[in-house]
């Protein structure tokens, strides 16, 4: 069964820091995998996507990162900000599935002041 | 551009009553997805349109929910009678049939509580 399993589930951290969120699937092969980040009452919203032959992509202070050999992705988020408070959850769409998504569970970050 | 559009935001029944949710996609996106999103979790594909046909319902628990595209545009999930393992939030996406690979624009949701 295809899977994504994301970690930590929840972080909290300082305004300012830099954290890293972790993906592993088992979706293969993948078309695409995308990180998506979604507001609290709202849908989510993409930040990046990566083909199976990037390794890398950057949406301001967010870097995402894909390791296909591994089947791993992080979302590097840098200098973070009050209004990056949101869960981020990792997606991944198999191939010769057309666009349909398998979702990932999500982590919520919180940032403090 | 306007986004995806869904009614109502909110909406609080008892169990065994009926409910119907509404969606409009963003214009000229061919494919129109539903999604149930359990709190804590992911979203779960229910049903996947493109146009007025659909493409993949396996995930739909036919016996309750049903939904429609007339007319390839507008669509609605309707749940009829809801149990209250249906309390989630009820997301519609769209996405353009050109362009590889094809983004999905996601709705704010319906968030459903059956009591």
Redesign the interface.
Known sequence: KNQ?EQSPQSLIILEGKNCTLQCNYTVSPF??L?WYKQDT??????LT?M?FSENTKSNGRYTATLDADTKQSSLHITASQLSDSASY?C?V?PKAA????T????TRVLVKP | EAG?AQSPRYKIIEKRQSVAFWCNPISGHA?LYWYQQIL??????LI?FQNNGV??DSQLPKDRFSAERLKGVDSTLKIQPAKLEDSAVY?C?S?PLKGH????Y????T?LTVT
């Open positions: 994504v078309s695409n995308r009452g709202r849908g989510p919203v993409s996507i083909t959850i997606v769409s057309g666009n349909k998504l979702f990932g569970g999500g | 995806v494919t804590g979790q992911g979203p779960k594909l996947q493409v993949d997301l996406a996405s690979p094809y983004e999905q996601f709705g704010p949701g968030r």
